[in-house]
């Protein structure tokens, strides 16, 4: 079935600094990209939709110029959260859509701490 | 997409059939109702998806009503690695940027011993 990488799977990094997120799609293709933010007890709450060669879709609420999202090819979407505080610390998910049944595919998610 | 509203728990026991309602009354007629589960800091898992029959597959039986404003996913035999939260979500079959998945809170499923 449809694989999505993604890594690293945990990264701590000191504030002020910046941390790439890359979310790979295996065995196939992916024009679409989701990247998802969930915080403790809480649910998955979309970020962002990124497209293979254009600019990223931000939902409301979520700074673009933090949140760098690069989608170069059709098997690699990456997330950059520039300048990073302790707030954003949390769980960083990709998925991108496969053909199978129209569903989703999702990555094992990175864990982000920003001490 | 329509709104989903789910139990917050449920907990069952280990080797007997886990029951997780979904009702999703503003369902239209071209919308479909995904199942997916989220073990503890995992990315969520696909499990099945259904239009208006019901469908089995390895994981789980989806069972639909008639009028399509509720549905049940069934476990058979739930096992003690089924526990996990379980979102139940009714999208159309859209595609690029309107294609997104919207996670509402989910069902909490504990299986115990």
């Known amino acids: 079935g449809a694989v999505v990488s993604q890594h690293p799977s945990r990264v701590i990094c000191k504030s002020g600094t910046s941390v790439k997120i890359e979310c790979r799609s295996l065995d196939f293709q992916a024009t679409t990209m989701f990247w998802y933010r969930q915080f403790p007890k809480q649910s998955l709450m979309l970020m962002a939709t990124s497209n293979e060669g254009s600019k990223a879709t931000y939902e409301q609420g979520v700074e673009k110029d933090k949140f760098l999202i690069n989608h170069a090819s059709l098997t690699l979407s990456t997330l950059t959260v520039t300048s990073a505080h302790p707030e954003d610390s949390s769980f960083y998910i990709c998925?991108?859509?496969?053909?199978?049944?129209?569903?989703?595919?999702f990555g094992s998610g990175t864990r982000l701490t920003v001490v | 997409d329509a709104k989903t509203t789910q139990p917050t728990s449920m907990d069952c026991a280990e080797g007997r059939a886990a029951n997780l309602p979904c009702n999703h009354s503003?369902?239209?007629?071209?919308?479909?109702v995904y199942w997916y589960r989220q073990i503890h800091s995992q990315g969520p898992q696909y499990i099945i998806h259904g239009l208006k029959n019901n469908e089995t597959n390895e994981m789980a039986s989806l069972i639909i009503t008639e009028d399509r404003k509720s549905s049940t996913l069934i476990l058979p035999h739930a096992t003690l690695r089924d526990t996990a939260v379980y979102y139940c979500i009714v999208r159309g079959q859209t595609t690029g940027a309107n294609s997104k998945l919207t996670f509402g809170k989910g069902i909490t499923l504990s299986v115990r011993p």
């Open positions: 503003t369902i239209s007629g071209n919308e479909y």
């Open positions: 998925s991108a859509r496969t053909g199978y049944n129209y569903g989703y595919t």
